[in-house]
């Protein structure tokens, strides 16, 4: 498809685990953003990245967080030493550029359960 | 801190009223909002955008509405229609690379 793919669409693992997320975006879109969001709450921004700069870190909780992008396509997110705090859908979007004004097309997300 | 604010968790309207989905902030250098719909265990789509330098724009049954003096924005659909039924997201930015969301209204639209 020419969506976002995001993969796997649900992750159950136990706590102390890490685990890896993975995003596609859509072809030729130079901007990629990671987003969280927790039962009942809003998406939180975790990571920026657009072509070459350096990445918005900003959001990442914690530095049991952290997230690559290679050759500008397709990212993951890592997340270490899991808690069961890092339980939430965890979304990924992209867009043509990065900007304000450029719509963000997102993915379906990961669920991501820890016990 | 949230600088966006759904303070409206859900909403229900009859088909054919008016939707009226509201949003504040608390920035005043945010410059850009958007609006996104959400179905369940999909991902958020795009809906509708303005730039601070208006203060309305229309496409089609959505009108998004922004009053700067109150850091307020609403979001209208009007006619509403049983397929509008899905979780509201504002969202604004200020420096064209992070992005702020509210926490989503839920919209429920009676047949």
């Known amino acids: 498809g020419a969506g976002v793919s995001q993969s796997p669409s649900n992750k159950v693992t136990e706590k102390g685990k890490d685990v890896e997320l993975r995003c596609d975006p859509i072809?030729?879109?130079?901007?990629l953003y990671w987003y969280r969001q927790s039962l009942g709450q809003g998406l939180e921004f975790l990571i920026y990245f657009q072509g070459n700069s350096a990445p918005d870190k900003s959001g990442l909780p914690s530095d049991r967080f952290s997230a690559e992008r290679t050759g500008g396509s397709v990212s993951t997110l890592t997340i270490q030493r899991t808690q069961q705090e890092d339980s939430a859908v965890y979304l990924c979007a992209s867009s043509l550029e990065g900007g304000g004004n450029q719509p963000q097309h997102f993915g379906d997300g990961t669920r991501l359960s820890i016990l | 801190d949230q600088q966006v604010k759904q303070n409206s968790p859900s909403l229900s309207v009859q088909e054919g009223r008016i939707s009226i989905l509201n949003c504040d902030y608390t920035?005043?250098?945010?410059?850009?909002f958007l609006w996104y719909k959400k179905y369940p265990a999909e991902g958020p789509t795009f809906l509708i955008s303005?730039?601070?330098?208006?203060d309305k724009n229309e496409d089609g049954r959505f009108t998004v509405f922004l009053n700067k003096s109150a850091k307020h924005l609403s979001l209208h659909i009007v006619p509403s229609q049983p397929g509008d039924s899905a979780v509201y997201f504002c969202?604004?930015?200020?420096?064209?690379?992070?992005?702020?969301f509210g926490s989503g209204t839920k919209l429920n639209v009676k047949p």
């Open positions: 303005i730039s601070s330098i208006k």
């Open positions: 920035n005043s250098m945010f410059d850009y």
């Open positions: 969202a604004a930015s200020a420096n064209f690379n992070k992005f702020y």
């Open positions: 072809s030729g879109h130079t901007a």
